[in-house]
């Protein structure tokens, strides 16, 4: 069964601190790998996608890639509190075009 | 560009009734899916589609029903509404470039099965 997995949190960190969420997957031919931000109440909406080995950075926010360790992690610099969300990592394999979601890893930053 | 609109927002049903969650999604993507997602317990796929005429099963398809007639227009429908239907419902498109922008989500149907 395929499987992504993040810790649930909260991970709690001051404002202006560097959070850092990780994801683990279970499937090696994973090809692409997205950060979705959902606030309460709210849908999930993209922040990051990757599918190279390494980093990809878009402003405050960096995702990482190491295929051969299958995980994937997400930066935030210069936290803020309006980052304060739930960050949920999917995962793609091969062609087909379903997304394996992970549960969420609940980010409190405080001022 | 309105994306994917979800309607209605909130809805409650009493046991039994039946209702359709309505998705529509206006950037000409072929594939669009249904999630629920339950405090705690993550997105769970109900069902999705590769096209119009063309859909399939996800991880939770008992007790809903879609159908696909048109590329735009993707309907959840509920019968027989049971408690356990309860739920946040998450319409969700993707298109040709699903692998570098993901999925585009609606804003979600909040439904209550008293």
């Known amino acids: 069964q395929k499987e992504v997995e993040q810790n649930s949190g909260p991970l709690s960190v001051p404002e202006g601190a560097i959070a850092s969420l990780n994801c683990t997957y279970s499937?090696?031919?994973?090809?692409?790998f997205f950060w979705y931000r959902q606030y309460s109440g709210k849908s999930p909406e993209l922040i990051m996608s990757i599918y190279s080995n390494g980093d990809k950075e878009d402003g405050r926010f960096t995702a990482q890639l190491n295929k051969a360790s299958q995980y994937v992690s997400l930066l935030i610099r210069d936290s803020q509190p309006s980052d304060s969300a739930t960050y949920l990592c999917a995962v793609n394999a091969g062609n087909n075009r379903k997304l394996i979601w992970g549960l969420g890893t609940s980010l409190a930053v405080n001022p | 560009n309105a994306g994917v609109t979800q309607t209605p927002k909130f809805r409650i049903l009493k046991i039994g009734q039946s209702m359709t969650l309505q998705c529509a999604q206006d950037m000409n993507h072929n594939y669009m899916y249904w999630y629920r997602q339950d405090p705690g317990m993550g997105l769970k796929l109900i069902y999705y589609?590769?096209?119009?005429?063309?859909?399939d099963k996800g991880e939770v398809p008992n007790g809903y029903n879609v159908s696909r007639s048109t590329t735009e227009d993707f309907p959840l429908r509920l019968e027989l509404a049971a408690p356990s239907q309860t739920s946040v419902y998450f319409c969700?498109?993707?298109?040709?470039?699903?692998?570098?922008?993901?999925?585009?989500f609606g804003s979600g149907t909040r439904l209550t099965v008293v």
């Open positions: 969700a498109s993707s298109g040709g470039s699903m692998f570098i922008y993901g999925y585009t």
């Open positions: 499937d090696r031919v994973s090809q692409s």
């Open positions: 589609s590769v096209g119009a005429g063309i859909t």
